[in-house]
């Protein structure tokens, strides 16, 4: 029996990759599936058309683009999934008490819909800070983002030392479950820990009880000041969990958290602070000290005050541009600006290469002199 020669493997024993890959924008896709997670939680899974690979940075999120009740909305929502899964990417939605869009979501959108999506944008990853050692922290349905980080590390195989800690309501409330032990029932660097703040009649449970707090960081992970630390949840439970890092001492740039933007308390105070801030420099202000701002595909233009946006002068002349954040996040409100100069602070919604051909955002975008848009 001879021997077989191996033969060097070359570029030219790989077939080429015809399909397209995702990138930052406005894609349409099509529901192909919905998982009840918990008695209000529920996952969708959406694929593109065309087959389209799916890659972007576990943590990122996406905004949908919706019509509810003849009204245009958009809300963003944190994959779920991870890019290891490539041809599709998932969200994990929250029924909520009143919410427009969560409740809408759960009860219209079904297998076979269509909706647009835009995306995928963030700078909460897992991918831009490396660690050998992670805490992932969650509260509720905060759990989504950290949940695709932790599938990325399993599915890649990667030597990265986990520590998973989440905290929800009742064990009823507790998302991905059974997900979370298989895990956890795989690999030697996955440890994982779920906090319960109470539980129910009829419901038994034997893990942490509670609210995070520093006995239980502790015993959770004993080594957290040498971790990079990645934590999701409602604002009260984020603040707590700085709160405690700090207190310990800890290095806080190497505590990363996601949010879309500020709370409605923040958003009403910043209103009114705002508007007294108009009101006491209105009258200081001159027409020569006015800014123009057009848009060429409307054949419209408006002037507006220095440091307001280009969003504000769309919405002066009732052009509505998408947004969803607000600050500069989601990228939803990307044109494309022809001449002039503007200041934009944005945070990550918008690439390098899109701001070298002109792009701009919108909702940060601070006109210097007269600007033209292409929109």
């Given at each position: ?46 694929m593109a058309e065309q087959p389209v690979m799916f890659f972007f ?319």
């Amino acid at each position: 029996m001879t021997n077989a020669i191996a033969k060097p493997v070359s570029s030219e024993s790989f077939s080429p990759i015809n399909t397209q890959t995702w990138a930052n924008g406005r894609h349409n896709m099509r529901c192909v599936k919905v998982i009840d997670e918990t008695w209000d939680v529920r996952t969708f899974c959406f694929m593109a058309e065309q087959p389209v690979m799916f890659f972007f940075k576990p943590g990122q999120f996406v905004t949908l683009e919706l019509e509810i009740n003849g009204q245009q909305v958009m809300r963003s929502y944190t994959i779920s999934s991870s890019p290891s899964v490539p041809y599709s990417f998932s969200i994990t939605v929250k029924r909520v008490p009143g919410g427009l869009v969560s409740n809408w979501l759960h009860d219209n959108l079904d297998v076979g819909d269509e909706i647009a999506v835009h995306g995928p944008v963030g700078l909460f990853n897992c991918i831009d800070y490396p660690s050998e050692k992670v805490l992932l922290l969650s509260g509720g349905v905060g759990i989504t983002p950290v949940m695709s980080m932790a599938r990325w590390f399993f599915d890649t195989n990667a030597e990265v030392d986990m520590v998973f800690a989440h905290s929800a309501r009742t064990p009823r409330d507790v998302i991905y479950h059974r997900e979370l032990e298989h895990m956890c029932s795989r690999i030697s660097n996955f440890s994982l820990h779920l906090i319960c703040e109470k539980y129910e009649r009829g419901q038994s449970w034997y893990g942490y009880r509670g609210y995070l707090d520093q006995v239980k960081l502790e015993m959770i992970a004993p080594d957290f000041m040498e971790r990079e630390v990645f934590c999701c949840g409602p604002t009260p439970y984020m603040k707590a969990v700085k709160r405690l890092l700090e207190q310990n001492g800890f290095d806080m740039s190497r505590y990363h958290e996601e949010s879309f933007g500020a709370t409605p308390e923040d958003v009403e105070e910043a209103a009114i602070e705002q508007a007294e801030i108009a009101m006491e420099e209105a009258d200081a202000i001159t027409q020569s000290d006015m800014v123009q701002v057009e848009f060429t595909a409307t054949g419209k233009s408006v002037t507006i005050a220095p440091g307001e946006t280009v969003h504000t002068a769309a919405s002066k002349l009732g052009l509505h541009i998408p947004k969803a954040c607000g600050m500069g996040i989601c990228g939803t409100c990307k044109v494309k600006k022809t001449e002039g100069e503007v200041v934009m602070e944005h945070n990550g919604g918008i690439t390098d290469e899109d701001i070298a051909e002109g792009y701009i955002l919108t909702c940060c975008s601070v006109p210097n002199g007269k600007v033209v848009v292409d929109f």
